[in-house]
């Protein structure tokens, strides 16, 4: 099983700020197949990045993905108030179990 | 529209059984992998299981095997979950996702909006 670990666990920003997430894999994650989703309060999660690096349909290009191998980030280059929740990394590279990081916490100073 | 609508969660005590189900509609359901995936309060998100698109491969979380069974009408554009042998641990928020094909793999890019499972005697 793929363990992934996010850093930090909480990310404390003004609006208007850069955001930078990491996500470390135990072991290569295969054509690079890391997700990012968001997930805010009381609501299902939505996905932003696959692909390590593709938005998705409709996310602002305020978020990018990088990375290959073990070592993936997500950036949000500027915080808006809406952008407050928590964000997890997944790889869906190997065969089952998908595994999905702890997650990080942003929210605004 | 892409919509997932799930249904069938509540309170079970354990050893109990539920079965959730997944309404769809917006996409060509029998053209999709499609997976649960669950939420204890207050905590992430955990993969459970996953049907290929016609039904003949399914797999699981070890957490999961031998309890609960994936399974999917495509006629009736409807996925389900039959959870037997209910454990406290199961309580959680259950997911109902479709999986996106072509470049940049099977990530999970629309989720229902959710249904609680709570197992407590």
């Known amino acids: 099983e793929v363990v992934l670990t996010q850093s930090p666990d909480t990310l404390s920003l003004s609006p208007g700020e850069r955001a930078t997430l990491s996500c470390r894999a135990s072991?290569?994650?295969?054509?690079?197949?890391l997700a990012w989703y968001q997930q805010k309060h009381g609501q299902a999660p939505r996905l932003l990045i696959y692909g390590a690096s593709f938005r998705a349909a409709g996310i602002p290009d305020r978020f990018s993905g990088s990375g290959s191998g073990t070592d993936f980030t997500l950036t949000i280059s500027r915080l808006e108030p809406e952008d407050l929740a928590v964000y997890y990394c997944?790889?869906?590279?190997?065969?089952?179990?998908?595994?999905f990081g702890q997650g990080t916490k942003v929210d605004m100073k | 529209e892409v919509q997932l609508v799930e249904s069938g969660g509540g309170l079970v005590q354990p050893g109990g059984s539920l079965r959730l189900s997944c309404v769809t509609s917006g996409f060509t359901f029998s053209g999709r992998l499609m997976q649960w995936v669950r939420q204890a309060p207050g905590k992430g998100l955990v993969w459970v299981s996953r049907i290929n698109n016609d039904g003949s491969s399914k797999d699981y979380a070890d957490s999961v095997k031998g309890r609960f069974t994936i399974s999917r009408d495509n006629a009736e554009n409807t996925l389900y979950l039959q959870m037997n042998s209910l454990r406290a641990e199961d309580t959680a928020i259950y997911y109902c996702v479709r999986t996106r094909w072509g470049a940049g793999g099977p990530a999970f890019d629309y989720w229902g909006q959710g249904t609680l499972v709570s197992v407590s005697s």
């Open positions: 997944q790889q869906y590279a190997t065969p089952p179990p998908w595994t």
């Open positions: 072991q290569s994650v295969a054509s690079n197949f």
